[in-house]
């Protein structure tokens, strides 16, 4: 592990830093919402440490504390992170092969994948994906466990705004492939889907129809002669 570190290139090293840091504070939300909601200390942590999915955490939390079924809260987890198979395809060959494919695999986000696949070397993409994956899993399960704690005085994390702090990090990472225009159509037609549904559907739904954007994603080819020029 210690050639990840050195790989890494310095500035990409502070953008990820910068990254952990704020989803520690999405995981410091997480843990006072479950224990202010009800739940015992145990489980935020334990879901944090063995399931590691914010949105679906999040999620399950919402439904047991609403008074649903915690199967159903299983299950609707289970659908909004289905996205991981396609992200398991795209980062297949940076996981790496053997023992490291169960905790790579575990390290999967939105976050380490999107530094993965923004990065153009192989030896920084892979460097990117674990390091991001191994910060976030760390500064999460802290935050989780902090907020926890804290469930009893910070009950209202609307107050404190760190409900914004998780999309925000997904905005600032999503900004520099916006430059592309089939990139920016497809993106564009998939955040109208998802607003359209988000007051029809329960949490996290809507964000999965929003992949219908990908029907209309039309990359512009380029002809080796083209190229050339």
């Given at each position: ?12 090293a502070r953008d ?29 942590v ?29 299950v ?10 396609a992200?398991?395809?795209?980062v ?16 999967m ?13 192989v030896r ?10 191994i ?54 037609i ?33 002809t ?6």
């Amino acid at each position: 592990m210690r050639s990840i570190w050195r790989t890494l290139d310095p500035g990409l090293a502070r953008d990820i830093a910068l990254v952990c840091l704020a989803d520690g504070v999405v995981g410091l939300s997480y843990g006072a919402i479950s224990v202010g909601g009800g739940l015992d200390l145990w489980v935020p942590v334990a879901m944090s440490l063995l399931v590691f999915a914010g949105a679906s955490q999040f999620l399950f939390v919402g439904i047991v504390a609403a008074g649903g079924s915690p199967i159903a809260a299983t299950v609707a987890g289970l659908l909004v992170n289905s996205r991981h198979v396609a992200f398991g395809l795209t980062v297949s060959d940076l996981v790496g092969q053997g023992w490291r494919r169960l905790p790579g695999s575990h390290l999967m986000t939105d976050e380490n994948v999107a530094f993965a696949l923004g990065q153009d070397d192989v030896r920084q993409k892979r460097a990117a994906y674990w390091a991001c994956g191994i910060g976030i899993f760390v500064c999460w399960n802290l935050g989780v466990l902090v907020g926890a704690l804290a469930g009893s005085v910070i009950t209202d994390t609307d107050a404190f705004g760190l409900d914004a702090a998780f999309p925000a990090v997904l905005l600032a990472l999503v900004l520099p492939a916006l430059k592309d225009k089939a990139t920016r159509t497809a993106g564009l037609i998939g955040a109208v889907v998802a607003l359209a549904v988000t007051p029809f559907l329960p949490a996290g739904l809507p964000v999965l129809l929003a992949l219908l954007g990908l029907f209309f994603y039309r990359p512009i080819r380029t002809t080796p002669e083209l190229e050339a020029v």
